[in-house]
């Protein structure tokens, strides 16, 4: 009897050994996003941008000696903090080992601080843009690879000056990622001599928005900036602009830059213009054609930002040998700049191996990932022109 025992307790052991062996061979990543919401057309390419990444490295083998990643994903909502915050909730309760997300910067940061600071979860959010998530407390848990509305603001008034516009109306969608963008474009704006006639907050998700262009027109401007959602407020903004004959032309910041817009306005947006973050050159070639191979435009916005933001915790956590968010944390900054060899998307293989044989690497990425600060995105941004109903890129900045 007691061999009998000491055999059933061996097995048992061995069992609990192999299973935990092959947990600890799983690494698990959270994908929080607008799956419903004012940006819902932009979240499904970003989520798959992100899942490219983590089979990439499933498939390469080397990460933490032929670690298996999955994803599991959430609604954010995009606006709706209680619905983000659930959200992150059974994420964490679903043994998740970093949180690529939010996107929109409110739910961003109720997601911050009610579920990743009291859980010691990382965060890479693609395209939280907020610039008051730069002065957050976070525990070091914040990272993102989109930069703040702070230099978004600049390179919007730079825009508007070559194109020789004197004066804009400006209305933004009433929460934190509208107010600080509205406040980096009015008060870069102004730096260059520009005038704002005015700067009205607009609510989501109204069916008529007549007595908010009635505003805006009354002050008047040469051109009516929209900081808002391209698939609610402020595709209604729009509408609502043209059906009264107040302007013909709109400034577009990032909220607003996706293919879903100029099919929901039509040929009345041809000539409007704009910017959100996107890079030029090697990275963003080669991921666009991994994309496309996989079924699914690389060029969507915040999509290059998702698959940097999965392949930051995955080379972090090899860094680190762990996966553990206190100890890769330490990394993100490390494996994401100069010195080291550059790493571009395809590469995340070459990368781990690498890694594992103690060497630096600097990861390039789609976006041309460079992280300064507090985990900030140094950035570029894409320029667009809306012609003939697509989103035509003009230039970087």
Same mark, same amino acid.
């Given at each position: ?72 994903? +959430? *609604? ?6 209680? @619905? !983000?915050?659930? &959200? /992150?909730?059974? $994420?964490?309760?679903? =043994? ?110 109204? +069916? *008529? ?6 505003? @805006? !027109?009354?002050? &008047? /401007?040469?051109? $009516?900036?929209?900081? =808002? ?169």
């Amino acid at each position: 009897m007691k061999k009998m025992l000491l055999a059933s307790t061996a097995a048992a052991l061995v069992a609990t050994s192999a299973f935990a062996d092959a947990h600890a061979k799983e690494v698990k990543l959270g994908i929080e996003f607008g799956f419903t919401g004012p940006i819902e057309s932009l979240t499904g390419p970003m989520a798959a941008g992100a899942e490219l990444a983590m089979k990439e490295v499933t498939d390469s083998g080397m990460l933490l000696d032929g670690a298996t990643v999955t994803s599991t994903r +959430a *609604d954010s909502g995009c606006i709706d903090n209680g @619905l !983000a915050v659930s &959200g /992150g909730e059974r $994420l964490i309760a679903e =043994g998740i080992n970093g949180l690529i997300g939010a996107d929109c910067s409110g739910v961003t940061g109720a997601v911050l601080q009610n579920v990743a600071i009291p859980n010691g979860m990382v965060m890479i959010s693609p395209s939280a843009t907020s610039p008051g998530l730069t002065t957050m407390e976070d525990n070091g848990l914040f990272f993102r690879t989109s930069p703040s509305d702070a230099r978004e603001g600049e390179v919007m008034a730079e825009i508007l000056q070559e194109r020789g516009v004197k004066s804009i109306a400006l209305t933004y969608t009433n929460n934190d990622y509208g107010k600080g963008l509205a406040d980096a474009i009015e008060s870069s704006f102004k730096a260059l001599g520009g005038e704002v006639t005015i700067v009205a907050a607009h609510e989501d998700g109204k +069916a *008529d928005y007549s007595a908010e262009v009635g505003a @805006l !027109a009354s002050a &008047g /401007g040469d051109l $009516l900036v929209v900081a =808002g959602y391209l698939d609610q407020g402020g595709a209604g903004i729009i509408k609502s602009a043209l059906d009264a004959g107040a302007w013909d032309t709109f400034g577009l910041p990032g909220g607003m830059i996706g293919e879903n817009l100029p099919k929901t306005i039509g040929p009345d947006l041809d000539g409007s213009y704009g910017q959100i973050a996107g890079s030029q050159g090697n990275g963003i070639e080669a991921f666009t054609k991994m994309a496309a191979d996989a079924g699914f435009d690389g060029t969507s916005p915040y999509t290059p930002e998702s698959y940097d933001a999965a392949a930051l915790f995955l080379l972090a956590m090899q860094a680190a040998n762990s996966t553990d968010p206190a100890d890769y944390k330490e990394k993100i900054l490390e494996v994401a700049n100069a010195p080291g060899t550059e790493i571009f998307p395809g590469e995340l293989g070459k990368a781990l191996e690498l890694i594992k044989n103690g060497e630096d690497i600097d990861y390039v990425g789609a976006s041309a990932v460079e992280l300064i600060g507090p985990g900030e995105s140094a950035g570029t941004y894409r320029m667009i022109e809306v012609k003939d109903g697509v989103n035509e890129t003009i230039g970087y900045k």
